[in-house]
């Protein structure tokens, strides 16, 4: 975070940087604050830090590029179990929790006194370099069900950063929304390092209230957010009257199943524009369409790639597809990540030949350039042996005009092995099974892809992110089919 740090001592020292449940913070402020946590630390120190949405983990990012050291960050919300294992794969030189958090991770012997009473367990640091050129480390959700330490790079951060404030078309002290919890790489990418780079204020909502967060953006007058889809729509649905981010350059979603029809909805309720883009956080934001496009593109595909970014599609084999043809997502640029944390080093990721990163989803790049995302490789159901595209069938579904969101899973079937339902959130409550197998026939969906049974819900399960828990959603509707059948 050297640069980070240098941006900030150039800046105002008296102008508002952070904007939290506390109230204002302002440069000078967060910079004290995050010295006197760099003075608590060693040279070259990496300090796994819980990471709220307020003014600590800027502190956090201040104390980290003061000591050259490096910012791990973790969610207040781990159990004890999920800290143990970030510990074993980051190995931190210091631990900094607020003091319920810390005593629930049996964090150590830790001195009260810092950033307002938080909790410190440090030691001597290990030797420097260990984690090459990484100055974050996120947690991401693994297909093992242990979360994976991402290390980025600072330069990787600003790259990411530079690419967006381009694309947006944003401006040196615009006011950006931080609406996702700053505890994943892409999160403190675009909702704490962006705005710091950019030289405006940050307006951050520590605990999700769609209200609450609307109000905030509006009355702090944010030029930009990024959120996942559920949030932008929660957002729409709670603003008490249409136009209120009017003032809002565009807001920026992704992270989740999206509907052009459900997001077209929420931008006119808003009055900004969205922009709906494909990113990861081993590979930070790395296409985006911008506001000047028409909906087509900014609703219905993912964007274009970052200058500098090549994502190709390729199929089984590896070997590169035309434009126009679905397949395996690759992509090279430079917000790649160094790798992952595992015993308190740097493990480089694996990449073909020509140094892309397979990303596990499924994706088309048209021949005029933007790239649509068909799903995840490994988001199939197997019904009696036909495997089912659940992106396909949730498009489809989507395409009902009175369908917000929809998430289509298997529901376990001694018979045929896996079955199809939906899960939909919708204001109509007449929308039953017939009604949406007489929309599916409309689209000309495959009868063998329809859903066997759906479920009306009042909002989709999430993480602790706020993006769609498929476990969770899987699990929800074989309870709601379990209890069907035993009434």
């Known amino acids: 975070m ?50 709220d949405n307020t003014w600590r983990t800027v502190a956090g990012m201040v104390a980290a590029g003061q000591v050259g050291g490096l910012l791990a960050l973790i969610s207040r919300h781990s159990t004890r179990q999920e800290f143990e294992a970030a510990r074993e794969d980051i190995v931190p030189d210091a631990v900094l929790a607020d003091p319920g958090v810390f005593t629930a991770w049996d964090a150590g012997d830790g001195a009260a006194g810092v950033l307002d009473g938080w909790r410190l367990a440090a030691g001597p640091a290990q030797p420097a370099g260990r984690w090459g050129d990484g100055a974050v480390i996120g947690l991401t959700s693994g297909s ?44 403190i990418c675009f909702g704490a390092y962006l705005p710091l780079m950019l030289g405006g204020r940050m307006v951050l909502s520590d605990k999700w209230d769609p209200a609450e967060a609307v109000r905030l953006l509006a009355d702090h007058g944010a030029r930009w957010t990024m959120c996942v889809p559920t949030m932008a729509l ?22 989740g199943p999206m509907d052009a029809g459900a997001l077209g909805r929420a931008e006119r309720r808003l009055g900004t524009r ?18 000047d496009d028409p909906a087509e593109i900014r609703l219905g595909t993912d964007g274009i790639p970052f200058p500098g970014t090549v994502l190709r599609a390729v199929d089984e084999a590896g070997i590169p597809l035309p434009p126009g043809e679905a397949g395996r997502a690759q992509v090279r640029g430079p917000s790649l990540f160094e790798g992952y944390a595992r ?48 992106a396909e069938v949730e498009s489809a579904v989507g395409r009902h005009p009175r369908v917000d969101q929809v998430c289509v899973v298997a529901i376990p ?12 959130v919708t204001p109509s409550e007449s929308l039953d099974l017939a009604e949406l197998r007489a929309h599916l026939t409309r689209e000309g969906l495959m009868k063998g892809k329809w859903p066997e049974y759906v479920f009306r819900v009042e909002a989709l399960p999430q993480n602790r992110v706020g993006k769609l828990s498929r476990r969770d959603a899987a699990e929800l509707a074989s309870r709601l089919r379990d209890g069907a059948a035993a009434g």
């Open 2 to 51: 050297k640069e980070l740090l240098a941006d900030l001592r150039s800046q105002d020292p008296a102008s508002v940087a952070v904007i939290d449940k506390d109230g204002a913070h302002t440069r000078a402020e967060i910079l004290a604050a995050g010295e006197e946590l760099a003075a608590r630390l060693e040279r070259g120190a990496t300090l796994l830090l819980q990471a």
């Open 343 to 390: 015993d308190g080093a740097v493990v480089p990721p694996e990449l073909t030949q020509d140094g892309f990163l397979p990303t596990g989803d499924l994706i088309e790049v048209r021949p005029d350039g933007p790239v649509s995302v068909k799903g995840r490789e490994k988001e199939m159901i197997i019904r009696g042996g036909r495997n089912i595209d659940i």
């Open 234 to 255: 929660q957002l729409a649905a709670a603003a008490p009257e249409e136009g209120m981010l009017a003032g809002m350059t565009a807001m920026t979603v992704g992270g």
């Open 413 to 424: 079937d001694e018979l045929l092995g896996e079955r199809v339902a939906a899960l939909v």
């Open 144 to 187: 093992t069900g242990r979360a994976k330490g991402v290390v980025q790079s600072e330069a990787a951060l600003r790259y990411a950063c530079r690419s967006t404030i381009e694309a947006v078309g944003l401006r040196p002290g615009d006011t950006v929304g931080g609406m996702v919890p700053l505890s994943s790489a892409a999160a």
């Open 274 to 291: 969205i922009l709906r883009v494909f990113g990861m956080s081993e590979c930070l934001g790395h296409t985006t369409p911008s506001p």
